[in-house]
């Protein structure tokens, strides 16, 4: 996978998460990942399709997702489920990213977030890579999981 | 952050919005923002056909409409909502802010974009602008924090 596939996501989940939590955020890690991918607690995933076609992962251990949740719904007790504002932020991470990415030339849609409860990720397959990012909050870890490939006819070659 | 309410001029009443937005979370979020502006949510929809019957119910003042939503995705909401009522007024307020995007709505009869995150402060303007001679800023702070 291509950096200039990567970066805006990193760029995007550091302001959004920067910006909602009020924090400053650090990648702990960066990882490829050839294995089906483990969810290790509350996480949503958003579809994209077009030129560029796979899917990102958010996941929150429960412990971090519930004070995340807490943080960004500015309650302790939010009413609305973890899931439902771990996808609002996955929504924020994603949208800012393919914002970016829209504008160097790709066309693709967004699907909307989805609460991701399989254990497993969707399989990797021999054109798609899967990289994880740790993102390190003062709340807790989040896990972002990309899994993208190129579909505009030259650009795979180009890889 | 506090801000001066912005009423109706007609009749010093509350601006009453739409909110429409697939999350609950976004549209809480956005409906805390409207209290902190002195404003009233009048209705809320999940999606761009609920919104499209929303408007006919209850003729908001202003509508904050994201893009992507299921059934029907906001850009064609905006369309539609400008077709059966030529006076609505569409801020999008979507995380998907590339330059098609912008463009298509505002073709579409959007009255302006808002990319989130959204800054309070930041819809507070856009609002003021779309409303216009519309709305009056009132003399003292709401006291409500978004």
């Known amino acids: 996978m291509k950096l200039e596939l990567i970066q805006p996501f990193i760029n995007a989940a550091d302001a959004v998460l920067g910006q909602s939590l009020g924090c400053q955020t650090r990648i702990n890690d960066i990882t490829m990942r050839p294995e089906r991918y483990r969810r290790q607690g509350a996480a949503a995933v958003v579809n994209v399709r077009g030129e560029i076609e796979g899917r990102i992962i958010f996941d929150l251990e429960h412990p971090a997702a519930d004070r995340i949740a807490a943080t960004l719904s500015g309650t302790a007790q939010p009413q609305e489920s973890v899931e439902e504002i771990i996808c609002e932020l996955a929504n924020l991470v994603v949208g800012n990213a393919v914002t970016t990415l829209n ?21 990797i397959t021999e054109d798609t890579e899967a990289l994880v990012m740790s993102f390190e909050t003062p709340s807790g870890c989040l896990f972002m999981n990309i899994a993208l490939r190129y579909k505009r006819a030259g650009v795979a070659a180009a890889d | 952050m506090q801000f001066s309410a912005l009423l109706r001029a007609s009749d010093m009443a509350p601006v009453r919005y739409l909110i429409v937005d697939d999350s609950i979370f ?8 409207i209290e902190s502006y002195g404003g009233c949510v009048a209705g809320e929809a999940g999606d761009g056909s609920t919104a499209l019957t929303e408007y006919s119910r209850i003729k908001p003042d202003v509508v904050l409409m994201d893009i992507t939503m299921p059934q029907m995705e906001g850009i064609e909401a905006a369309e539609k909502m400008m077709l059966q009522h030529p006076e609505a007024r ?13 463009v298509a709505a505002l073709q579409k009869g959007a009255r302006h974009f808002v990319q989130k995150p959204v800054k309070p402060e930041m819809l507070y303007e856009v609002i003021k602008y779309v409303l216009g001679v519309d709305c009056t800023v009132a003399a003292e702070a709401t006291g409500a924090r978004p």
């Open chain 2, 26 to 33: 976004a549209r809480k979020n956005l409906a805390k923002m």
């Open chain 2, 90 to 102: 569409i801020i999008m307020v979507s995380s998907v802010g590339y330059q098609e995007n912008i």
């Open chain 1, 103 to 123: 504008d160097q030339g790709f066309r693709f849609k967004v699907q909307p977030p989805q609460v991701h409860r399989d254990v497993c990720g969707t399989g």
